[in-house]
């Protein structure tokens, strides 16, 4: 939502824009009106924001009817649950009836879903419809279950390639999957069994049949390429054949400073800190647990983190205000060593 198109030569009137203030300070006021406390017109207020970015790139005083329709049905196909849907039918009703008053909201607002409609929009958007073709050579196939145990030796050597190329763990336990499940779908009588229409039909089959997302099956081809080309020292060449999965284009979910501040109001002791250290300095979960006391400086106010993503090290900033909690963590840790080795030394006497 930080990027909005232009409309008409200039950049559209944003809803975190300055000219927002006095809309917003009415939107709350409404919500007074209907009983809401304060600290809860954040969730209102980001319901307005997402269907704003929804009907992009029209304006959001360019509503309509249908998109209010259409986007609650898109958070009933997404799995949204019922009180979610009721909370952002009732924002934009405060919406566009009273603070941005439109013709059609004030004379046919269209209702929250009933559990009848919502059960029927979820069939309709879980039940796949039949593909146009059904001589694909995938049919009576799947992925799932168990290999067999001859396997093991070939696998195994996937592993020691990917380790020899130093490639991440997190990436060998993901790569390590997809060529399992490529096993399970070929199911091959031997490795020379594995060729190029085989790798185009199971990425056929992950995008037509189970339709997974594009980054899902580009991870997929990844996997099984580096088989191909490191272990069965084989080419593929062009994979003309394949349908790419369809990239999907979604508006992330950004929250503001005060649910951040009151998410941390809510956490306690270590978790806590790691938690505002991802969120100060940028870290990836991974990186933050493996720090290490001679990481971290103090005097500069930077975090060194060591063999990151594609195994490089990078410096980034460390909050001040994160100084004093992590300062009293490593005292305590620092006391917790102390005792672990006293205690030692006593039994070592």
């Not at 406390?37 to 207020?45: C, M, S, T, Y």
């Not at 603070?99 to 559990?115: F, G, H, I, Y």
């Not at 941390?264 to 978790?271: C, I, K, Q």
């Not at 800190?273 to 100060?280: F, K, R, W």
Request: positive net charge; hydrophobic residues 40%; aromatic residues 10%.
């Amino acid at each position: 939502m930080d990027k909005w198109l232009p409309v008409n030569g200039r950049l559209e009137d944003a809803p975190n824009s300055p000219s927002w203030d006095d809309r917003w300070g009415r939107f709350s006021r409404g919500l007074l009106d209907r009983g809401i406390v304060a600290g809860k017109h954040d969730f209102f207020r980001n319901w307005v924001r997402k269907f704003i970015g929804f009907i992009r790139p029209r304006k959001w005083n360019h509503a309509l009817r249908e998109d209010v329709v259409q986007f609650l049905e898109l958070m009933v196909r997404e799995g949204k649950a019922g009180w979610q849907i009721a909370q952002a039918n009732e924002s934009l009703e405060l919406f566009y009836k009273e603070v941005a008053p439109m013709e059609w909201a004030q004379r046919d607002w269209p209702p929250t879903p009933s559990s009848m409609e919502l059960t029927e929009v979820r069939t309709a958007a879980v039940t796949r419809p039949p593909l146009a073709e059904r001589n694909h050579s995938w049919d009576g196939k799947s992925d799932n279950g168990e290999l067999e145990k001859r396997w093991e030796p070939f696998l195994e050597e996937v592993r020691e390639t990917l380790r020899s190329q130093r490639y991440a763990y997190r990436t060998e336990q993901s790569y390590m999957e997809w060529v399992r499940r490529f096993l399970l779908f070929v199911r091959p009588a031997q490795r020379a069994s594995l060729d190029r229409q085989s790798l185009e039909d199971y990425l056929n089959y992950l995008s037509l049949e189970r339709r997974v997302a594009a980054s899902t099956q580009n991870q997929a081809l990844n996997a099984i390429l580096f088989v191909f080309r490191h272990v069965l020292k084989e080419g593929v060449g062009t994979l003309e054949d394949v349908h790419r999965a369809p990239t999907s284009r979604r508006l992330p979910v950004v929250l503001s400073k005060q649910e951040v501040a009151s998410l941390f109001a809510l956490m306690r002791g270590v978790g806590r800190l790691i938690s505002q250290l991802l969120y100060g300095s940028g870290l990836r979960v991974a990186e933050c647990v493996a720090l290490r006391v001679k990481d971290i400086d103090f005097g500069n106010n930077y975090v060194v983190v060591r063999e990151g993503k594609g195994g490089k090290d990078r410096i980034v900033p460390l909050p001040v205000t994160l100084v004093e909690p992590l300062k009293a963590h490593l005292n305590d840790v620092r006391g917790l060593w102390d005792m672990r080795v006293s205690s030692c030394q006593g039994l070592s006497r």
